[in-house]
């Protein structure tokens, strides 16, 4: 098994649930130099590119150079993208939620920090496709809760927002739909997309799932989030659900980037 459940939680309809969730340290080895690196320098992305324009190159040297300029290039890699990444990598492996965009495609400069809800994906729901919104928090911090839960661009406050305010999640559905809207109507993401907007629409507006993580390297503890989890248990429209994820994982921070970077722990 490549993680253990080391503290669960729900209320009574399971609409929201309180998860921790320690890694095999094998597991984050594996995965980090290869699953991560590709989400953080967007392989599909480049694959895309290379593929659309590969007519423009007719020698060796002319496709090397053409891969050379559309190969994204990122020159740091903070922490705390390295747990967003790990995070979706785990939700779609684990949680079967799928994200059809990588939003560092959004960033003119993939070395700055990006503005915006960090998941925006989608989910089976029975018979329903619904929409996936969520905030993912990395932190060291040794207190439990951390830090990163607290202040203006804290934990606490994001999820807070998406949960309440319909104009923001308004604004992940139009960003979405301008991806989507000159794909053909066969496309995943489309038929995604418009039959989760199909289900919020008719849901008057609360048929989603949202997410709160908080990725780790200290012991598990389910202080962590469980202030959270009590905020929203009893508070969940019965169209919402509500999911807390604690992701813990067995190597130090100090060590992410020379393991996604192919260095020996």
Not at 130 to 152: A, H, I, N, W
Not at 242 to 253: A, T
Request: net charge neutral.
């Amino acid at each position: 098994m490549s993680f253990s459940l080391a503290y669960q939680r729900e209320n009574g309809n399971n609409s929201c649930t309180l998860s921790g969730l320690l890694f095999d340290k094998d597991y984050v080895l594996s995965h980090f130099p290869n699953e991560i690196k590709r989400i953080l320098t967007d392989y599909q992305g480049t694959l895309d590119l290379l593929r659309s324009f590969d007519s423009l190159a007719n020698t060796d040297f002319e496709r090397a150079t053409l891969e050379e300029i559309l190969t994204l290039v990122v020159d740091r890699i903070p922490v705390w993208r390295i747990g967003e990444a790990f995070a979706e990598f785990f939700l779609q492996s684990h949680a079967s939620i799928r994200f059809w965009h990588n939003q560092i495609r959004d960033q003119r400069n993939p070395n700055c920090s990006p503005a915006g809800t960090d998941l925006l994906g989608f989910t089976d729901a029975g018979t329903d496709i619904v929409f996936v919104f969520g905030e993912t928090k990395t932190s060291k911090d040794t207190d439990s809760p951390p830090q990163v839960l607290y202040g203006r661009t804290g934990l606490r406050r994001q999820i807070g927002a998406l949960c309440t305010d319909e104009k923001i999640r308004s604004n992940l559905i139009r960003y979405l739909g301008l991806k989507v809207k000159e794909l053909p109507k066969d496309s995943p993401f489309r038929e995604d997309f418009e039959k989760a907007l199909k289900i919020y629409i008719k849901s008057g507006k609360k048929k989603i799932h949202l997410l709160g993580l908080l990725v780790r390297d200290t012991v598990c503890n389910e202080n962590d989030l469980k202030a959270f989890y009590e905020q929203y248990e009893n508070r969940i429209d019965k169209n919402t659900v509500f999911k807390f994820l604690g992701l813990y994982i067995p190597v130090e921070m100090d060590q992410w980037v020379s393991i996604i970077n192919g260095g020996n722990q």
